[in-house]
């Protein structure tokens, strides 16, 4: 398309980096070869740039200079980018674009940060915000390119990078924090757990701490399994000490819970109002798995898709059906179950839930404010109908 129907494509490697070479003979060179465009790989800049000699248009280059929250430059000197690949943008986009911030994540982990794992996931990359400014700082998208952050003014442009720190996926973090409480619950159901803490009478199981059980434990198990396969995450990755508040949160609270429901000292509720509340809580956790699979829908297998107004079944009129549907199921449990720990845990829960909601509710609106051909979001509860 560009050039002689066969050029001769050379590459040049000054590294003997196999990970490096790997990068460009496997992912560059198959990608732009196709297109039977000449090119040279720049490998002490850990950057790969076209050579367009025979192309009449022509572009001067760009410095990156990236530099860490103190100021300190992370890569001393900077960094001389060929910008030839925008007269290929047309072309492939999305594949140039990847691979430009692919090699630009090796760049940091394998020359300049040498003692640390700087792998893409730990990489937080944004535009610096003036002095002053309470702006949220714009974070770099690796599906555009470089010029589209600066005002075409200057040929220069200034990353802020942080480490964001040890990071684990969401499906690890999420099957942690849920296996605890499915794990901790039963041994208060089966296990002799009161005796070691000084209690020496007889303990009568009620029919409603056996139903507790039985709750609890598809409550988490239906979590697993969602995580697994059913939800799709926006981020890949979280920090490695959400893990750890996470468990504490979940951990706590499920030992918390089962200790006063299982305690042979528990006064159950009336028959009546157990059914009750179990049959509401059980419908609310149906509704709940219905409202995932719903959110699955709104973004593509790899994650993205951006942010779409929720619809169908309970998001016709609540933003975040599936918060609802959650702080309901809790509050059934505790209609049935009538403990202290229980409604504590419920009050937290929703609290937590509840400024989520209205986060995500605010962003909603604001993306879709019905200006400029966008649709209006419409008007509709947040979390707890009829209350907010």
Not at 192 to 205: A, D, M, R, S, T
């Amino acid at each position: 398309m560009v050039g002689s129907p066969t050029p001769t494509t050379q590459l040049k490697y000054t590294s003997k980096s196999t990970c490096l070479r790997t990068a460009i003979s496997t992912i560059c060179f198959k990608e732009i070869s196709k297109y039977q465009i000449p090119f040279e790989a720049s490998v002490p800049s850990f950057l790969f740039c076209l050579n367009l000699e025979q192309n009449p248009l022509k572009f001067k280059g760009m410095k990156v200079t990236v530099v860490s929250r103190s100021g300190r430059e992370v890569i001393k000197g900077g960094l001389e980018l060929s910008d030839s690949w925008l007269i290929c943008k047309r072309l492939f986009i999305s594949e140039l674009e990847h691979q430009t911030q692919f090699c630009f994540h090796n760049h940091f982990r394998m020359s300049t940060l040498t003692a640390k794992k700087f792998y893409p996931a730990r990489q937080r990359l944004t535009l610096p915000l003036p002095p002053g400014s309470k702006e949220r700082p714009t974070v770099l998208n690796y599906k555009k390119n470089l010029k589209e952050y600066h005002d075409g003014n200057s040929d220069s442009l200034t990353i802020l990078f942080k480490d964001l720190g040890p990071q684990v996926s969401y499906r690890i973090l999420f099957f942690f924090e849920y296996l605890g409480p499915l794990v901790l619950y039963p041994l208060f159901y089966y296990f002799p757990v009161y005796q070691f803490l000084g209690y020496k009478g007889e303990h009568i199981k009620h029919p409603v701490q056996t139903y507790s059980l039985y709750y609890w434990c598809f409550h988490y198990f239906k979590r697993i399994m969602e995580t697994f396969f059913v939800h799709r995450f926006s981020h890949a990755t979280s920090p490695l000490s959400n893990v750890f508040r996470n468990c504490a949160y979940y951990w706590t609270f499920g030992s918390y819970i089962a200790y006063y429901v299982n305690h042979p000292l528990y006064t159950p509720v009336s028959d009546l109002q157990m059914k009750i509340g179990f049959g509401f809580g059980l419908v609310c956790q149906l509704a709940n798995f219905y409202c995932h699979i719903l959110l699955r829908s709104l973004r593509r297998p790899d994650g993205n898709g951006g942010y779409q107004i929720p619809s169908g079944f309970l998001f016709n009129i609540v933003t975040c059906a599936n918060y609802t549907t959650e702080i309901y199921q809790w509050l059934g449990f505790n209609i049935a179950t009538q403990t202290v720990a229980g409604y504590i845990f419920l009050v937290v829960a929703a609290s937590i839930m509840t400024n989520w909601a209205l986060a995500k509710h605010r962003r909603l609106k604001k993306l879709f404010d019905g200006k400029d051909g966008r649709p209006k979001y419409p008007r509709r509860w947040v979390i707890l109908p009829p209350v907010l």
